[in-house]
């Protein structure tokens, strides 16, 4: 199969772009509409945010010896610039962890829940007209390949985040142009990662619904933001995440050109 050629753009790259947001929105609407689902959905990203809640509060309690570590060159400087380096130092630490605490919550949370947002992907797949080529995959080699494939994921974007971090002494660049990039970054991250559920249902590896995604990045790129967004803000992971999945299976289904309207 030619994935590339599978999703095609039929308008410009900012009307995708915001068409993607708004299948989070969507996804929000199928989720609430299911209330057994919304309970099963939260147990897992609870579980998983009391966990990075705890490491983000540790990070930040030890920012400062960090930002110290990483600016040894500081050592000897005035007071002031010293202070000045070691704020800008501690506010990339505090990024680049966000950044990658964002990623690896979502990987962590989907290994934990993986049956839970099984469930919500193929309740909302029914609701569409089913899976077309769904294959049985059984819930150990599932949960292996998922977890394979969010190391993998994980290990990719941490790649990419050491480059972020560094740019973040930056001035200026550092504190406006570094996290655009990083929610762009991290966008693509999730909307890869959260797909993989529909994709596994239709017997479809990581390279394959990478590719797909990329024939129309524009409106995985929305969609991943706009995720990345809502994670950002406090507890947002925890409320935002099942609907999240609710919103990839759309995104999924749209990059296959399987209809995403009820009916």
């Known amino acids: 199969m ?3 050629s599978v999703a095609r753009p ?3 790259a900012a009307g995708r772009f915001f068409a993607g947001a708004g299948l989070l929105l969507r996804g929000i609407g199928l989720y609430v509409r299911s209330p057994k689902l919304m309970l099963l959905g939260i147990v897992p990203a609870l579980i998983s945010g009391a966990l990075f809640l705890t490491a983000f509060v540790v990070l930040a309690w030890f920012v400062d010896d960090l930002a110290a570590l990483v600016t040894p060159f500081a050592d000897d400087w005035s007071a002031t610039w010293r202070a000045v380096v070691r704020v800008v130092a501690g506010l990339a630490i ?3 962890g966000g950044l990658l605490g964002v ?4 990987a962590v949370t ?3 829940g993986d049956p839970f947002y099984e469930a919500i992907s193929e309740r909302v797949e029914e609701r569409l007209g089913g899976t077309p080529g769904a294959v049985d995959v059984p819930f150990w080699s599932s949960l292996r390949r998922s977890l394979a494939d969010s190391v993998r994921l994980v290990a990719l974007s941490a790649l990419v985040g050491i480059p972020l971090f560094l740019a973040g002494f930056i001035p200026v660049v550092g504190q406006i142009v570094v996290p655009v990039i990083g929610a762009a970054v991290g966008g693509w991250f999730l909307a890869v990662e959260l797909v993989g559920a529909p994709f ?3 017997g479809m590896r990581l390279p394959e619904r990478r590719e797909l995604l990329k024939a129309d990045r524009p409106t995985a790129l929305g969609f991943g933001v706009a995720v990345f967004l809502c994670f950002l803000v406090p507890l947002g992971a925890v409320l935002v995440m099942p609907a ?3 919103g990839a299976t759309l995104l999924a289904r749209r990059t296959l050109g399987q209809s995403i309207e009820e009916g």
Do not use: E, K, P, Q
Request: no cysteine.
């Open 2 to 4: 030619d994935v590339t």
């Open 10 to 12: 039929v308008t410009g």
């Open 94 to 96: 505090l990024g680049l």
């Open 103 to 106: 990623l690896t919550f979502t």
């Open 110 to 112: 989907l290994v934990i």
């Open 200 to 202: 596994y249902r239709r």
């Open 244 to 246: 999240a999945v609710a």
